[in-house]
């Protein structure tokens, strides 16, 4: 495996999160009942014309602008044949010569993964099969022309880590800038890999296949581990490489070829009689530049500078935009960056993962978040008591003030009380008292946690602790 490298380039389908479709009025909502979204524009009845969504061109704009690419002043949208029953008009309005930008890179750890073009075209509708096993399938225009743009890389992706990486960030730049909602298990995210392998050291470039249906990012991981090991087999075994595309079986987890007759296409594009060109001044590209707000590399610098966070810490902040927005939230309101990133980062992610819940969906409200730290921060209530106190925000809905008013939590401060309970303690753990006695400072961790846990983690840990030492010289 060593001798050989692995090239990948990367073909992405995704939706663009507009109101309504690529050339017809019709709703894009996801899961509505079957081809009630439809027209006759988009079910392509003779004699109806597109009109084009400008709104499309203006979220390819801003993909193109922040992927760096060049944005073509004409752009023609073309006519790709072909016959397929998800497709009414037996033609894909898509781009062929002329489309809306081209060139570009993603940069993916520091190395810039070029892309060779980016172009607006209509989805196609979807075929239901039967699973009752009879002879038929049914067929759901709701789909059919909704924008969809495509993103194509040069082949400069080197390993199927690489390539899951690339897909990660290519996904959270759309995601930030409002392009597409990129949700990969409702189909606004789909990819398709180039792979071929050479010899390590050779320019020339394999023979490669194209993989398709994969379905998350894991799989498209795993496809191009397999297909990688496959291809690197064959050539071991002094056998070539044919050309082909494979579909990758999700079960048996290997690719599997097509029959190469199903691919053989031969699109003949022609131009788009219908619609004109678009034509895309300076003023316009402009005018898109400042609706593009801050972009996610850009934020984790901020956030490494401004909040003085770690890369480890600014990169997990920023990793969706819902997280760094409830970030910002609550240090605009409680100015101590690192004790906000650690309870949102522990135990927050942690609460909202087990409930899969999302975090602009989360009881624990960026206010009610600051309500408890500040609580936490003028010692009202102990750190350990906070941590049960977000999990009872999630259970009832409930403030943290009234939470904590409701059960009692607030701190024991009064050195009377917390003193009887240490001669509570030592009287009933001679032998860790002696261990202290003896040197062993471990020892004072047990008692300390007793002391915690007769009080119900109400006791103030530090007050704790100087008493029990005060306490334990004595004796
Ligand atoms: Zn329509």
């Known amino acids: 495996m060593e001798d050989y490298e692995i090239?990948?380039?990367?073909?992405?389908?995704?939706?663009?999160?507009?109101?309504?479709?690529?050339?017809?009025?019709?709703?894009?909502?996801?899961?509505?009942?079957?081809?009630?979204?439809?027209?006759?524009?988009?079910?392509?009845?003779?004699?109806?014309?597109?009109?084009?969504?400008?709104?499309?061109?203006?979220?390819?704009?801003?993909?193109?602008?922040?992927?760096?690419?060049?944005?073509?002043?004409?752009?023609?949208f073309a006519r790709k044949?072909?016959?397929?029953?998800?497709?009414?008009?037996?033609?894909?309005?898509?781009?062929?010569?002329?489309?809306?930008?081209?060139g570009g890179?993603?940069?993916?750890?520091?190395?810039?993964?070029?892309?060779?073009?980016?172009?607006?075209?209509?989805?196609?509708?979807?075929?239901?099969?039967?699973?009752?096993?009879?002879?038929?399938s049914f067929v759901d225009f709701n789909r059919s022309g909704i924008p969809l743009l495509e993103i194509v890389s040069e082949p400069d992706i080197n390993s199927p880590e690489e390539a899951e990486k690339y897909l990660l960030t290519l996904k959270q730049i759309l995601e930030y800038l409002e392009i597409s909602d990129c949700n990969m298990e409702e189909g606004s995210l789909r990819c398709d890999a180039n792979i071929s392998v050479r010899k390590k050291g050779e320019n020339r470039l394999g023979v490669k296949t194209e993989v398709k249906n994969?379905?998350?990012?894991?799989?498209?991981r795993k496809a191009l581990t397999f297909e990688g090991r496959r291809q690197i087999n064959l050539l071991?075994?002094?056998?070539?490489?044919?050309?082909?595309?494979?579909?990758?079986?999700e079960n048996l987890q290997i690719t599997e070829g097509m029959r190469s007759k199903e691919e053989a296409h031969d699109y003949r594009y022609f131009p788009e009689p219908d619609?004109?060109?678009?034509?895309?001044?300076?003023?316009?590209?402009?005018?898109?530049?400042?609706?593009?707000?801050?972009?996610?590399?850009?934020?984790?610098?901020?956030f490494m500078r401004d909040y003085n966070l770690s890369d480890y810490d600014a990169t997990l902040l920023t990793s969706k935009k819902e997280i760094g927005d409830y970030f910002e939230k609550c240090v605009k309101k409680f100015n101590?960056?690192?004790?906000?990133?650690?309870?949102?980062m522990g135990d927050l992610m942690a609460i909202l993962k087990e409930k899969?819940?999302?975090?602009?969906?989360?009881?624990?409200?960026?206010?009610?978040?600051?309500?408890?730290?500040?609580?936490?921060?003028?010692?009202?209530?102990?750190?350990?008591?906070?941590?049960?106190?977000?999990?009872?925000?999630?259970?009832?809905?409930?403030?943290?003030?009234?939470?904590?008013?409701?059960?009692?939590?607030?701190?024991?401060?009064?050195?009377?009380?917390?003193?009887?309970?240490?001669?509570?303690?030592?009287?009933?753990?001679?032998?860790?008292?002696?261990d202290y006695k003896k040197g062993k400072e471990k020892a004072i961790g047990f008692l300390i946690g007793q002391v915690m846990k007769k009080t119900k983690g109400k006791a103030n840990p530090q007050i704790v602790r100087e008493l029990l030492i005060e306490h334990l010289k004595k004796i």
């Open 7 to 76: 090239v990948i380039g990367l073909e992405v389908h995704v939706e663009l999160l507009t109101q309504s479709k690529m050339f017809c009025g019709c709703s894009t909502k996801f899961g509505q009942p079957p081809n009630t979204q439809v027209c006759p524009v988009c079910m392509g009845m003779p004699g109806v014309l597109p009109v084009i969504n400008l709104k499309a061109i203006e979220l390819a704009l801003k993909a193109a602008i922040a992927f760096h690419s060049e944005i073509s002043p004409y752009c023609r």
């Open 81 to 102: 044949n072909y016959f397929y029953p998800d497709l009414p008009k037996n033609y894909q309005i898509s781009q062929y010569e002329q489309p809306i930008a081209t």
């Open 105 to 136: 890179y993603i940069e993916v750890d520091g190395k810039k993964i070029r892309l060779k073009r980016v172009h607006l075209e209509e989805d196609a509708g979807k075929l239901i099969h039967s699973e009752k096993g009879e002879n038929f």
């Open 214 to 220: 994969m379905n998350s990012f894991k799989s498209v």
């Open 236 to 249: 071991k075994k002094g056998e070539e490489i044919i050309q082909e595309t494979r579909l990758w079986n």
């Open 275 to 302: 619609l004109v060109p678009v034509e895309i001044n300076a003023e316009w590209i402009e005018k898109v530049k400042e609706t593009i707000g801050e972009l996610p590399s850009e934020r984790k610098e901020r």
């Open 336 to 344: 101590k960056p690192k004790i906000v990133a650690n309870w949102i």
């Open 356 to 434: 899969k819940i999302k975090i602009n969906n989360s009881p624990m409200t960026p206010d009610y978040l600051v309500e408890l730290l500040t609580l936490i921060e003028e010692k009202k209530i102990t750190g350990t008591i906070g941590k049960e106190v977000l999990v009872d925000v999630f259970e009832t809905g409930k403030s943290p003030s009234e939470i904590v008013k409701e059960k009692n939590l607030i701190q024991i401060q009064d050195e009377d009380f917390i003193s009887k309970v240490i001669e509570e303690v030592v009287k009933e753990n001679p032998q860790p008292v002696e």
